[in-house]
């Protein structure tokens, strides 16, 4: 933790946002980037860390919608119940999904998740006994406290701070340093002694759990989910973020999510290009700043406050040498 | 700018203050409309008839001296974004009133977080279960419903040209496979069970097998649910290339001027029969009902004399909903959501351009039942069509 | 039946098409480009564009589309391999085609709408021909001819040989003075022309619509990971297994499950022979 005081004060600015915040409608967004970014927080270790490119997490984020809406909503179990539900159910599909296919090479990988997301898309319409096929279902609330905008809102945040928190242990410590030593060379990971598969693995059925709550949590602000929701798109949007935020980093992903979801609420003629500004950042960062965004940030402050770089020059010490050689010979 | 624009100014002001204009504040109307992405097509043609609408009524004073102010908003046809611009309307612009959105997955999502927000939603979208009079209060449908259309082309089928062999064909996509569903149960509660049905992918390149199937099972009318017009052109052709001269009644996508250029031979487009409406209906003599006609005349003085090319009903839709706000806020005497949505419930035939609207307490469905009438598909003519023998 | 197995074939074909994109890409990049897909949509748009809206004559529109696709390949070349390969990330090329593509769809959805829009007869033929159709033939035959020409390219010419040199080993080609990076722009632009050529020839098929390149380039994979990466000849297996199976799956089960059948397709073929039908198991990590 390299900077106490600002880590404190935008924990304060985002536990105290129901207080400041201009109205419901941006209450509303915050609920929606910290639910997108429950699910982010989990693919970012996928991708950003042990580099496996998912673009078919909106099928997981679906898993998760669905599984709390029929749990809570159609069976009427107890909705944390219900929302612990969702997360053991996507973490089980990310086990059956990454089980075969993160044995696959890169682009093999992102083609089976693509097609794991239109499957999934596809079930929902068809079993319409259990979905509500093309009409969709009702989603019920939290109870009290937590069913008011602000309670749902500091609920996700809970949520998002625990994710946060695990992903932040996971990258720092062991276990994140394997993953990005899988991601940058394979062949030295397996040398020095890293399960690739098994640390892949566990990256993906967490991401899935993440994916799970997120879809539920995304579920409740939603208050209505169809198929049309879980569109394809939305898992390019996730997949975006990380990229523009910046790989192997957390900072820089959540301000990816931040800024992509804003954007185009804020401009109506970004709304309106769609995929195509999409597209159009992702290109640029790939050729012009293949860090992310998060990197350019990183720069920019070492610039405005450079690090002190601390030498510890160890001084000759004459003296000292001969006593020791003197003790030696005695 | 010179002295005397501003002194010109300045009494126009003053002006406006004195006989009330600037004395209220504007009635604020949300426009959630997906005006880009799939399905835009609809949206485009009602936009301009709610456009139409706002300024016609501020050119006239406005209601009861307020100006009308459309706040639009494009959702581009995704729920989630819908819910986004829905909260904005509801919470930070504030407006009075909200109509849309457009499409039916998106109104599902929209609609509860309206009725929290408290404010009078007219709703454009056919799915039935989208208004409840307890659960939404505040909704009040101008559109006909799905089960309208439906019911029309399964009486058309059953009970106009006598056929009780029925193929029902929907898409895979959430409003095909609920609209063939609901098809299917009508046709089964009027005592006939369909002999073939199938869901089908919209973008499917062939419909060879399903057409030859129907016809295996001996279908004497195929009913297409889907609002997907390359499927739709793609039935019609695969029945026009086998030869196979079997009735088509369904949605009303089926007559969508696009569908022209999609079938391979204009007399494939023959034989089909859509469901449409009174208002966009040309009766013996070619004439459309007046109210339409003045429409359209309005509309030529706006935008040239030339051909309607788009589908008219939605222009006339899209003017409704404004007429009707402005007929509830009248009535209401306000923008106060109890007092608007009393001043719905107590609506009874209010004449519009699309229909004749009534609702009540139990009622949210104001488009009655005898205004839907069946439609020659290839009858495109001028944004109308003719009705179906 | 046998106009289920036909209507499958024909877009199997279509599939094969793009799976024979993928590996010329591939022979020189070793680049499984996302933009696969999309150079055949943009021939069937393109096309469409040329007759319906320009009114060109049907040779004219042909060739129009091969060169949009080309001039699309030249671009996916330029824009998302040359400076990614140059860095030689692995992954970085996945999120460059990725974007390119996107960007393709999105503006052709604006400029072109999002609605299928019609594609004329090419040859002069009676609507009522049934099987014989060429909307199902053109296709085909096209897939044939792609495989064909490009086996003789590769046997016969010497710029072929080179292309097969670099697929080999790309150091050991620069080492011999084969120009590379000419070489790999020659292949994308190959490439988009070919997916143009077979965009067109189906066009008849799929209509000109904006959402279709995605739609290949995942059964133009699958169809390539089945049949083997780099063998043309398992492309064109691949591809006519896969369309018709999902064809005859969607005859007796229906619409619903249609990407799950192609999907458990690739899985099954996968766990059994990853390398695919005809494909060759070439592992060197190190």
Known sequence: MKHPL??????????????????????????????????????????????????GHVGLLAIGAYGFAIVAGTHGVDPWIALAASGALGALCGFLLGLPSLRLPGF??????????????????????????????SVPTFPEPFDTPAGNYWLILAVASLVTLLTWNVARLMWGRGLICVRDSVVTAQAVGIPVLHAKLAAFVFSGLTAGLGGALFAVIQSYITPDTFLFELGMFFFVCIIIGGRGSILGPFLGTVVLTALPELSAPLAKLGNFFYGLLLLLVVLLLPEGIGRLFQIAMERLRPRRIESMPIAPHPQRLTDAIKAGQR | ???????????????????????????????????????SSAAIAENQGVQFAVEEINRTGGVNGRKLELVTRDTAGDPTKAVNLAKQLAFTEKVHVVIGPVNSGESLATVPILARAGIPNLIIGSVDELVDPKKYPNAFRAINTNRQWIEAANHYALDVIKRRKIAVIGDTSGYGTSSAKTAAELLEKAGVKPVYSVLVDP???????????????????????????????????????????????????????????????PEYWGN?????????????????????????????????????????????????????????????????????????????????????????????????????????????????????? | MLSALIAGLATGALYAAAALVYNVMFSTSKVLSVTAGHTAMLGGVFGAWFMQVLGLPVPLALIGSVVVGG???????????????????????????????????????????TEPRPFPRVIPQDFGAGLLDQKYWLPVIVAIGLAIGLEVFYRRTLYGKLFVAMSEDIFAARARGIPTDRIRMLSYVMAGAMGGLAGFAAGQLTFAYFALGLTLTLNGFIALAVGGLGSNVGALVGGAALGILSSIATYYVGGEFQQTISVGLLMVVLLLKPEGLFGTRNVRPV
Not at chain 2, 15 to 25: M, R, S, Y
Not at chain 2, 29 to 35: D, H, T
Not at chain 2, 368 to 383: E, L, R, Y
Not at chain 3, 103 to 109: D, S
């Open chain 1, 6 to 55: 600002a880590f404190a004060a935008a924990a304060a600015a985002l536990a105290t946002l129901p207080f400041w915040a201009g109205d419901q409608y941006q209450l509303h967004l915050a609920a929606l980037i910290g639910a997108y970014w429950i699910l982010i927080a989990g693919l970012n270790l996928v991708v950003g860390f042990s580099g496996q490119l998912s673009v």
């Open chain 1, 108 to 137: 093999y990988f992102a083609m089976a998740t693509l097609a794991f997301a239109l499957i999934v898309t596809e079930l929902v319409l068809a079993l319409d006994g259990l979905t509500g096929g093309g009409l969709g279902l």
């Open chain 2, 1 to 39: 700018m010179s002295l005397r624009r501003v002194l010109l100014g300045t009494a126009a002001v003053a002006l406006a203050w004195a006989t009330g204009v600037f004395a209220q504040e504007p009635i604020r109307i949300g426009w959630l409309s997906s005006l880009t992405g799939p399905l």
């Open chain 2, 203 to 265: 973008n499917k390149t062939d419909l060879t097998d399903e057409v030859n199937k129907a016809r295996a099972a001996g279908a004497d009318v195929v009913m297409p649910w889907s609002a997907a017009t390359g499927l739709l052109a793609r039935l019609l052709n695969t029945r026009g290339d086998m030869d196979w001269n079997v009735p088509i009644v369904g949605h009303p996508a089926l007559m969508a001027p696009a569908i022209r250029e999609l079938v391979n031979k």
């Open chain 2, 272 to 389: 089909a029969v859509a469901a449409g409406y009174v208002s966009t209906t040309y009766d013996d003599k070619g004439r459309l009902p007046a109210a339409t006609q003045a429409l359209i005349d309005k509309l030529h003085g706006k935008m040239g004399k030339g051909e309607i090319d788009y589908m008219l009903w939605w222009v006339a839709l899209g003017y409704d909903t404004v007429k009707i706000v402005e007929h509830a806020v009248k009535q209401a005497g306000g923008t106060d959501p109890k007092a608007i949505r009393r001043a719905l419930e107590n609506t009874r035939a209010l004449p519009g351009v699309y229909a004749t609207y009534s609702w009540s307490a139990q009622q949210r469905n104001g488009f009655p039942d005898h205004q839907i009438v069946m439609n020659q598909a290839n009858s495109f003519k001028d944004g109308a069509y003719r009705a179906a023998k």
């Open chain 3, 71 to 113: 001039a699309f390949g030249l671009l996916t070349d330029i824009v998302a391999i040359r400076r990614v390969l140059a860095r030689s990330d692995e992954h970085l090329w996945l999120l460059s085609t990725l974007a390119l593509a996107t960007m393709v769809q999105q503006a052709i959805a604006l400029w072109w709408g």
